[in-house]
């Protein structure tokens, strides 16, 4: 395939100290189809930047023209190129010799030549006297993830682009009454007329920061910058806001905090005030907006009296409390009296006992509220609960959320900040979930669109896999206020090691049997090697074999049975001897090909 022609511009204004490094790095360039154009916007240099440029004779083209700013040599440049890919490479910065050459290969590679897709990369930054300050690596995935954050979080730097010439001719030029915000105002409208912009993981160039710099000395830096930053901000489509974020509370609320680290204060108070309108008017649609509380209970009559008082106590009082009796043999006379009293309780029966998944089925079924929160019967919500994280959902528009709990057990209390588990968390709560079923708060709409219910046929780690499914596309507001207390004793599976052995295969089955799931290679991994571990725990705590504990919580086929012995056998002795990490590479996917077939 024939490469494409690049074209190199190099704008020079009093360029005399710094121009030759620019200009020879152009020049060192692998790449071979390129034209170097330089152009002096009118120096006031006595003739320095003009005897510098000519000395180099036909090596580059020189262009001078009249003192008119950044934007009109860039358009005189757009003008008198003769390439089909525009590459800025600014007086007082450097390329390494391979910036052309690995760009044009990408879009070779990749089947982009022509195509509407703008390249950009990382960069070193260097001070004036040419040395390294810093490295500037933008985060890949994020980038690939969310496109636009090239724009958004401010990746670009104009010296790494790589833009076809055709772009411009679709898109406009630059505007040639900005000073400073002309190229981001530009790549903004290129985006926009669909050009995708894509991020190369490679240190190209070095971006010189120095005192004499426009963005050091020209108070038009923070003026335009504000207002283009807000323009662009607001007009970022409502459906790509979400995309982005989870919702349009969220989207402006990391915008604000991207802003912080910028000079772009405008910007950013604009950004905080379009949060706190969100939060007002939640507060003002709180009290019309209802949530279903599900008990589900089994017998324990003096704790489900516990619980239902802590949903009475609640500020938010636009609630119904829905009791879902699972088969009891206790007499449950008190709790039917306490539901007589109030309107909005009801007691719904189930029988036989089918199990806490099932009772909380039927309450979702049931459920008339705008909102569903789940409480187990001998677990208890603080005052607040429902008014604050409600309040949050109304703000940020999230579908799903949880809070931080209080976990009392044992003669203690201890915090678990389990809120601050947040945003994307699909490929964590495979092996770390800390989300509390009494904290969790969601829409019910989401649920009944989407048919999602807990699995019936599961009984310990059920909850993970629920929620597992419900955030496979969605978003987790974290809430890291603890709102919550979760009772503790022996039985709780946060204690009983068997219970979580249970647990962590019932997961571990349900992700590398799900087709969404079980690409997180890293993640089951991670997974595997606490199951590993828990069933090491039970076994020195019982002083068994291994091969009992196997037994009894695994696959009961027995070729599977001594493989897995050895394997386990292997693998604790690797732990020991090559950590953790290095050990998942060498079993993991032994053990998971064994799982996938019980």
């Known amino acids: 395939m024939k490469k494409p022609k690049v074209t190199i511009v190099i704008p020079v204004y009093k360029g005399k100290k710094y121009m030759r490094k620019a200009i020879d790095s152009a020049i060192a360039q692998t790449y071979e189809n390129l034209e170097i154009l330089v152009i002096n916007d009118g120096s006031p240099d006595d003739g320095a930047t003009d005897t510098i440029a000519k000395s180099y004779g036909d090596k580059i083209r020189y262009i001078y023209k009249e003192n008119g700013g950044v934007s009109t040599v860039l358009n005189l440049a757009l003008k008198e190129m003769k390439g089909e890919y525009f590459s800025w490479l600014s007086h007082d910065d450097v390329y390494y010799p391979e910036k052309v050459e690995e760009e044009v290969n990408y879009l070779i590679e990749n089947d982009l030549v022509g195509k509407k897709v703008i390249l950009y990369s990382d960069y070193d930054l260097i001070d004036k006297h040419g040395s390294l300050i810093a490295r500037s690596k933008k985060p890949h995935q994020e980038t690939v993830d969310k496109p636009e954050y090239a724009m958004l979080r401010g990746h670009v730097n104009g010296i790494t682009l790589l833009i076809p010439k055709i772009a411009f001719d679709e898109c406009g030029n630059f505007d040639e009454k900005l000073i400073c915000a002309q190229d981001y105002e530009l790549w903004y409208r290129m985006m926009k007329k669909g050009y995708k912009f894509i991020h190369i993981p490679k240190i190209l160039a070095k971006s010189r920061v120095h005192n004499k710099q426009v963005t050091n000395t020209n108070p038009r830096v923070e003026t335009e910058g504000n207002k283009f930053w807000i323009d662009m901000i607001d007009d970022i489509p ?23 680290t910028t000079p772009y204060k405008i910007a950013e108070k604009h950004c905080l005030d379009k949060t706190k309108a969100m939060e007002e008017k939640a507060e003002k649609d709180l009290p ?18 516990r619980a239902i008082n802590s949903v009475l106590a609640q500020t938010h009082k636009n609630y119904e409390l829905i009791l879902v009796n699972d088969g009891s043999k206790d007499d449950i006379s008190k709790i039917e009296n306490m539901v007589k009293k109030h309107e909005q309780m009801k007691l719904i029966h189930v029988k036989p006992n089918k199990g806490a998944s099932n009772a909380r089925n039927v309450g979702i079924d049931n459920a008339t509220g705008d909102y569903i929160a789940f409480l187990d019967s001998d677990d208890a919500f603080l005052p607040n609960k429902l008014e604050v994280q409600l309040k949050q959902m109304l703000a940020t528009g999230d579908k799903v959320s949880h809070t931080s709990y209080y976990r009392e057990g044992f003669d203690k209390k201890v915090l678990f900040d389990s809120g601050k588990q947040n945003g994307d968390v699909l490929s964590t709560l495979i092996w770390s979930c800390r ?24 009984v310990i780690g059920e909850d993970t896999c629920f929620w597992l499914t419900i955030l496979m596309n969605q978003k987790l507001l974290g809430i890291d206020i603890p709102l919550t207390t979760v009772y503790s004793n022996d039985d709780s599976a946060a204690y009983n090691i068997e219970k979580q052995i249970i647990g962590v295969k019932t997961i571990l089955r349900f992700v590398i049997n799900h087709p969404e799931l079980q690409k997180y290679d890293y993640e089951i991994a991670k997974l595997v090697n606490y199951y590993q571990i828990v069933v090491n725990d039970l076994a020195m705590e019982r002083g068994d074999d291994l091969i009992d504990i196997f037994c009894m919580y695994g696959n009961q086929k027995e070729g599977l049975i001594r493989k897995i012995k050895r394997l386990t056998k292997k693998t604790l002795k690797s732990i020991k001897e090559d950590g953790i990490m290095c050990t998942t590479k060498k079993v993991v996917r032994k053990v998971i090909s064994k799982l996938k077939k019980q």
Not at 288 to 305: A, E, G
Not at 440 to 449: A, T
Request: glycine content about 2%.
């Open 435 to 458: 989300v509390a079923t009494p904290t969790v708060m969601i829409e019910r709409k989401y649920l009944n669109d989407n048919n999602y219910r807990f699995d019936t046929d599961l």
């Open 288 to 305: 019309n907006t209802k949530v279903s509380v599900i008990i589900p209970f089994y017998n324990r009559v003096d704790l489900v009296l």
């Open 238 to 260: 409502q459906k790509t806001k979400i995309k982005l974020e989870g919702s349009e509370y969220n989207y402006y609320k990391e915008m604000e905090i991207f802003l912080k």
